[in-house]
């Protein structure tokens, strides 16, 4: 009797030891060829790293398993499929395109893994996942919230600062789908603002939209786009294109002598040391974080250094503080639960609040369509002496917004 | 000898079907993309045989996406029907374009498809209430629910059905009049060979082989995106695939499908940095170091040896 109770013993401690031993596994796809995503997964890699230097999570070591999409529909969702049933990970996360995260939509709900996504913006991703799906968290903020929260950042920058005024908006849009996105969200944006509701309501009177061909795809010239905003005369010219818009068109605007009270650039990233040039000063920009959050945030200030550390470069995009979050937000949530299982842990993430580098508390609320959504605002940026400043929100502001926009003489 | 082909054929088609219950899902999700991609390349070559340089594969493939999601999100129509809409859709409009750019020959011809992608892509941004302008479009109810095995059996269905369409094209009296388009088209006309009717029942038929397919993936995930659906990836790895196997036949395009859909997903488990580099290294080599693609190095190197054979 006694050698069959010593021996379940043994058996039990080899088990749990085996349990022990056995990594938590986390099935991260992200488009690796691409900025974002190799930052993002870098950014993955740290907080893996510094996890398991802490003991891990339920004294289990944790395993990161990254695979790159790149950028193709049917390579994303057929990494989730290896994620599900090569690896068999505990967790899905990553992000970046709409159309990839459209395509992997259907296989997560086959398998209905808890799913932290930090990418994919569209609407229309939200309107595939559906009610019903209580294991599916998103961070980033939808398209429609962005474009909510920008209205919120002027009406507060115009009550905090009553020289600012937006009333009238012109916006300068590339042709391709990116642009024309932006100007039909523009002009519902408009069509509610003048019915009196929206977040834009109390500060948008007049808008007007006109089309560019992008440098990034064969265009460059914007001189009759400038006329016509000059002639417009806008107290926010606002352009929506790409990277490689940005100094041409800051260029042709010192030509054309246009010079608007605020010179706003929503391209999804900017030419790699693009602050350094004179043109830059006074540009003001949308994002979720600048290098100089590190001011207000030691969240922000522990990421950055650490990063910088580990990987030899500095983060340049925002996905690299989401991806950090999005490892951090999962282990919060497993440490609440004190366990991975599914209903405990979806009940303890919905309770996380976790200070991310981002800058913002990160909380669960639900949003349009699902119940778990995570930050719903970009910020205000402005460029400053080289630097990414932040404008609003107000209680993360690391500079004065600087306006009207400088004078093009001496630049 | 002459049992042995049919055999290899029967025991490689039962081979492809058995699959899924052989293998994981993710493996399965693999063998769809690759069908999918062997079916444009087969399509494209098929065209090629003709002599006409088409990059209109992306535009169609777009097209017949577009088709099957509307059918299916605006007028509940199932997903499999949805998928022949995309075909034939696809097909009707190529037929009307192929009346007027059919005339065209060469570099013409060539540049005037290429546009096709666009042209269709512009349009469809602008009408927003049917297509869902720049944001696309989804639909709930996919493909067999999304059920892989389901799916895979329905692409390899096309796959074969298309593969038949090709040797058809290569075995029937079209082959004749299709080779000598190619080769000297005053000679064959004065051998009363129509030549714009060949072009455009050709032209036609690839078309529809192209917008069935991009139904059957647009359905298989549930969404269209005027980016992604037209996506010159639609275009361009189709090419890749049927110059690295071979051009003019059907075995070349399944060769260099098989071949470039395996290194793509080995090299990117085996590689995560850098795997795209390798990937268009093979691509290049095997263009250049063999100019008639893997089955025609396969053919050459067996003729070879049957010659030194005989010489013996």
Redesign the interface.
């Known amino acids: 009797m006694k050698k069959a109770i010593l021996l379940t013993l043994v058996l039990a401690v080899v088990a749990m030891m085996a349990v022990a031993a056995t990594p938590i596994k986390i099935g991260a796809v992200v488009p ?2 691409d900025i974002t995503g190799d930052q993002a997964a870098k950014a993955m890699r740290l907080a893996v790293a510094e996890i398991n230097a802490a003991g891990g999570l339920l004294g289990r070591p944790v395993e990161l398993i ?3 999409d ?1 950028l ?4 994303g ?2 990494a989730i ?2 994620l ?3 690896d068999k990970v505990d967790f899905f996360v990553g992000g970046m395109g ?2 990839v995260h ?2 992997q ?3 997560m ?2 398998y209905q893994k808890i799913t932290i996504w930090i990418g994919a913006a ?3 991703c939200e ?2 996942v ?1 009610p019903d799906a209580d294991w599916y968290f998103h961070l980033h903020p939808w398209d429609y919230q962005q474009g909510a929260s920008y209205g919120l950042g002027w009406t507060e920058l115009a009550e905090a600062y009553p020289e600012i005024r937006t009333d009238r908006i012109f916006l300068a849009y590339e042709e ?3 642009g ?2 932006s100007h ?1 969200s523009y002009v519902a944006l408009q069509r509610l603002a003048q019915q009196g509701e929206g977040a834009w309501a109390a500060i948008m009177n007049d808008y007007m939209g006109v089309s560019f061909k992008s440098a990034a795809l064969g265009g460059g010239d914007y001189r009759a786009m400038l006329q016509q905003a000059k002639t417009y005369n806008p107290d926010l010219f606002i352009w929506a294109g790409y990277d490689a818009d940005a100094l041409p068109m800051l260029q042709q605007a010192k030509e054309v002598g246009f010079a608007p009270e605020f010179f706003v650039g929503a391209p999804p990233g900017w030419p790699a040391h693009f602050g350094d040039s004179p043109l830059a000063e006074g540009v003001t920009l949308y994002g979720m974080w600048a290098p100089t959050i590190n001011k207000v945030s030691p969240a922000a200030e522990h990421f950055y250094n650490a990063y910088i550390e580990m990987f030899k470069e500095e983060p340049a995009t925002y996905f690299a503080p989401l991806g950090y979050t999005n490892i951090y937000f999962l282990a919060e949530g497993i440490k609440a639960a004190g366990t991975i299982d599914k209903a405990p842990l979806i009940n303890a993430l919905e309770k996380v609040e976790y200070a991310s580098p981002i800058g913002e508390v990160l909380k669960i609320a639900p949003s349009n369509v699902i119940k778990h959504q995570g930050f719903t605002a970009q910020k205000i940026l402005q460029w400053q002496g080289g630097e990414q400043q932040v404008i609003w929100p107000l209680e993360l502001k690391t500079a004065d917004p600087t306006f009207p926009f400088p004078s093009w003489e001496g630049r | 000898m002459k049992i042995a082909k049919p055999l290899l054929i029967l025991i490689v088609l039962a081979a492809a079907v058995l699959l899924p219950i052989v293998t ?3 493996f ?3 063998a ?2 690759i069908l ?1 991609f062997m079916t444009l390349a087969l399509s494209w070559d098929m065209m090629l045989r003709t002599g006409q340089l088409s990059f209109g594969t992306a535009g169609f493939f777009g097209l017949g996406g577009y088709t099957g999601i509307i059918a299916a999100a605006d007028f509940g129509v199932d997903p499999v029907i949805g998928i022949m809409l995309g075909g034939l859709v696809a097909g009707g409009i190529a037929l009307i374009l192929g009346m007027a750019i059919l005339r065209l020959r060469g570099l013409y011809f060539a540049i005037t498809t290429m546009a096709l992608a666009s042209v269709f892509m512009v349009i469809i ?1 602008n009408l ?1 209430r049917l297509t ?7 639909v ?1 109810n ?1 493909l067999f629910n ?1 059920d ?1 095995n389901k799916v895979y059996w329905f692409m390899l269905a096309i796959a074969v059905g298309t593969v038949v369409i090709s040797e058809l094209f290569q075995r029937t009296r079209i082959h004749f009049a299709i080779d000598s388009i190619r080769a000297d088209e005053t000679v064959a006309k004065s051998h009363g060979v129509n030549i714009y009717k060949y072009l455009i029942f050709v032209f036609v038929v690839t078309s529809i082989i192209q917008g069935v397919i991009g139904a059957t ?1 647009a359905l ?4 269209v ?4 659906s037209f996506s010159p ?1 639609y275009l361009l790895l189709p090419i890749a695939m049927a110059l690295v196997g071979g051009i003019y036949s059907t075995i070349g395009p399944i060769l260099g499908a098989i071949i470039l859909g395996l290194s793509s ?1 080995y090299l ?2 085996i590689m ?2 850098g ?2 580099v390798i990937y268009g290294v093979i691509i290049v080599v095997v263009v250049l170091f063999m100019p008639d693609g893997v089955y025609g190095a396969i053919k050459a190197f067996f003729m070879n040896r049957k010659r030194r054979l005989e010489e013996r």
């Open positions: 690796l060829g990254v695979i790159d790149e193709k529909p049917e390579k969702a057929a499929e290896k599900a049933t090569v709409s159309s459209l395509a939509i259907p296989v709900k086959r569209s609407y229309l309107n595939a559906g391709g789908g990116f024309t996105a039909e | 994981e899902a993710y399965i999700s693999i769809i993309t999918t941004r927003h869902g302008g720049p944001s696309g479009k989804i709930y996919t999304y892989s993936y298989q995930y549930g969404f995106y005027p980016e992604s990836h997903e990117k488990l995560p940095y795997h795209l």
